[in-house]
């Protein structure tokens, strides 16, 4: 059996109380906020939002290896405690999550598939949310299948971008989270844009809102909101 993977994203925006503070309070702030994230969340990246969009700043990208059914419940506990120690200067704006599991559509491991504890990331993440529409689950497996190869291929021409694929199915409202991480945005728009040219396009019934997030050190990016 494959590892099963629980990954969370949170979009977080500071409040007008930071602002308010002194260069130095806000400079201990964000010590104590990434020291408590290198000891609570192990398996964690802090990422700057704030100018790529206006209503958040950091997106923190937290992946935990899930062993026991009831555990997913110690997991959230853990984010809440540390998230709401810190209400007062972050707000969070958007959080989403979902499981890894086996690729209904290629039964081989990509080259192309993101490790959610690897320590390594490429330089931009972009994540969103993404439904299919009724109208694609009504088609045959075959013919689902081929669409999908054709997506499939198409991604593989543009072997620099990862991808990580969570399934939330009736766990939020979405029922994907799709995350890529590249070191060029210019190459993923044109992903993007090509792969809104497949035949599967039609049947997606929404992917938005998109984040685009730049990767730094956790205490790199706390340091940009001095």
């Not at 690729?103 to 491991?109: G, H, I, L, N, P």
Request: with cysteine; hydrophobic share 35%.
């Amino acid at each position: 059996m494959p590892d099963l993977f629980l990954c969370h994203f949170a979009g977080l925006q500071y409040t007008e109380h930071y602002w308010s503070l002194s260069p130095d309070a806000r400079q201990q702030r964000a010590d104590n906020l990434s020291a408590e994230l290198q000891a609570g969340l192990p398996n964690h990246a802090l990422y700057q939002v704030f100018p790529a969009r206006s209503e958040t700043d950091l997106f923190l990208w937290s992946s935990f290896l899930v062993t026991a059914p009831d555990q997913s419940a110690g997991i959230f506990e853990t984010i809440a405690r540390l998230l709401n120690a810190h209400r007062a200067d972050l707000r969070p704006t958007h959080f989403y999550w979902g499981f890894t599991r086996p690729s209904d559509y290629s039964k081989a491991k990509s080259s192309q598939e993101i490790d959610p504890l690897s320590s390594e990331h490429k330089k931009y993440l972009i994540v969103y949310p993404f439904s299919k529409t009724a109208d694609w689950y009504r088609f045959g497996r075959d013919a689902r299948q081929g669409m999908m190869n054709e997506h499939i291929r198409i991604g593989h021409q543009y072997p620099q971008i990862s991808q990580l694929l969570l399934y939330s199915t009736g766990l939020q409202d979405q029922e994907f989270i799709v995350a890529y991480e590249t070191d060029d945005l210019s190459a993923f728009s044109a992903l993007v844009s090509e792969l809104r040219t497949s035949d599967a396009r039609p049947y997606t019934l929404s992917d938005t809102p998109i984040y685009t997030a730049v990767y730094h050190p956790t205490q790199d990016t706390l340091t940009l909101f001095i």
